[in-house]
């Protein structure tokens, strides 16, 4: 089965760090474009981040330029995102999701994780 | 940058057709893609390069797109329909696009 597990979210005080990680399964995880989306709470899908299947092409949002950073080690099949210097606004469920590894640049997301929550507050 | 504009809400009795509507400018010349999202769950992708259905998507998710608006239409529109729909785009310079999601009742 095609999986997709989110991890390491939780409470961080404004400014402070967190590491996000996502473990792919189920697919060749190496041969797939990546993306983090988030969504604030009652709020719409955001765009995070997107790292191509090598890690060599990577782009952010505005939003988090220069303050987030997306990674991968295709060796253990994961995918990272190291947020720094939170913001109440960063409040949100964090997913990863896969884009369609059948077509070169797809620009869609066909499968996604389950979330993890990141919560930005003192 | 680039907008996509969809209702807020739509309402459908059940059996009928439900039509969600993303407005963006030229959208007729970028492929749009759709995902639907219950609550509490992750977002499911619907349909994608404007038309096209993923696997076990059943029929009666449809798409369009022409001009400055693309269409998703569900037709015969069941109880368990009833989510969020965003729809999505890639932008040369935005990149990944969502429009702000449209609730879809069944009544």
């Known amino acids: 089965e095609v999986q997709l597990v989110e991890s390491g979210g939780g409470l961080v005080q404004p400014g402070g760090s967190l590491r996000l990680s996502c473990a792919g399964s189920g697919f060749t995880f190496s041969s797939c474009e990546m993306n983090w989306v988030r969504q604030a709470p009652g709020k719409g899908l955001e765009w995070v981040s997107y790292?191509?299947?090598?890690?060599?092409?990577?782009y952010y949002a505005d939003s988090v330029k220069g303050r987030f950073t997306i990674s991968r080690d295709n060796a253990k099949n994961s995918l990272y995102l190291q947020m720094n210097s939170l913001r109440a606004e960063d409040t949100a469920v964090y997913y990863c999701a896969r884009e369609d590894p059948t077509v070169t640049t797809s620009g869609y997301m066909d499968v996604w994780g389950k979330g993890t929550t990141v919560t930005v507050s003192s | 940058s680039y907008v996509l504009t969809q209702p807020p809400s739509v309402s459908v009795a059940p059996g009928q057709t439900a039509r969600i509507t993303c407005g963006g400018n030229n959208i007729g010349s970028k492929s749009v893609h759709w995902y639907q999202q219950k609550p509490g769950q992750a977002p499911v992708l619907v349909v994608y390069d404007d038309s096209d259905r993923p696997s076990g998507i059943p029929e009666r998710f449809s798409g369009s797109n022409s001009g400055n608006t693309a269409t998703l239409t569900i037709s015969r529109v069941e109880a368990g329909d009833e989510a969020d729909y965003y729809c999505q785009v890639w932008d040369t310079s935005d990149h990944w696009v969502f429009g702000g999601g449209t609730k879809l009742t069944v009544l």
């Open positions: 790292i191509s299947s090598s890690g060599s092409s990577i």
